[in-house]
């Protein structure tokens, strides 16, 4: 909310020194066009480990914090280790305590991406592309 409110008052002190609105239209895509290319560097990140991830059988221990992160994530135990998820955790009826499920572990990360986070990130990189491509072919368009 309050990125909304610095943004107007940018805006108005733009137009009371004589910006002209076509600038600041600019402006506007040229931010959108920046958290457009941000949200695909960001998947194509998530994308490059879970790549470079093993299989590996985990069973489900709990949802709690992280000691390095801010929301609750689901836990998972390989061997004697026990692994947080990349992405914070889901509604709670979506795990089964002491369950058996195929996981992906990055090792570099100490991380595991479960079926939702996996979900999450082939969804979010096909979107992002897809979005990023329209950008390009919208920008290819206005130039004929």
């Known amino acids: 909310?309050?990125?909304?409110?610095?943004?107007?008052?940018?805006?108005?002190?733009?137009?009371i020194f004589?910006?002209?609105t076509d600038f600041l239209l600019y402006a506007a895509v040229g931010l959108v066009g920046l958290i457009i290319i941000s949200m695909f560097l960001i998947f194509l990140w998530f994308m490059a480990a879970l790549v470079f991830s093993k299989k590996k059988n985990?069973?489900?221990?709990?949802?709690?914090?992280?000691?390095?992160?801010?929301?609750?994530?689901a836990f998972y135990v390989i061997?004697?280790?026990e692994y947080p998820c990349f992405f914070p955790s889901e509604f709670r009826i979506m795990y089964k305590k002491?369950?058996?499920y195929r996981v992906l572990l990055n090792e570099k990360r100490g991380k595991v991406f479960d079926r939702f986070s996996m979900i999450t990130c082939?969804?979010?990189f096909i979107?992002?592309?897809?979005?990023?491509?329209?950008?390009?072919?919208?920008?290819?368009?206005?130039?004929r």
């Open 58 to 73: 985990a069973v489900f221990s709990k949802i709690d914090k992280p000691s390095d992160g801010k929301f609750k994530s």
């Open 98 to 100: 002491d369950k058996q």
């Open 1 to 15: 909310m309050e990125l909304f409110l610095v943004i107007a008052v940018i805006g108005v002190i733009c137009i």
């Open 127 to 143: 979107f992002s592309l897809t979005v990023v491509g329209a950008v390009i072919w919208f920008l290819a368009f206005l130039r």
């Open 18 to 20: 004589g910006i002209g």
């Open 79 to 81: 061997g004697e280790k």
């Open 122 to 124: 082939i969804a979010g």
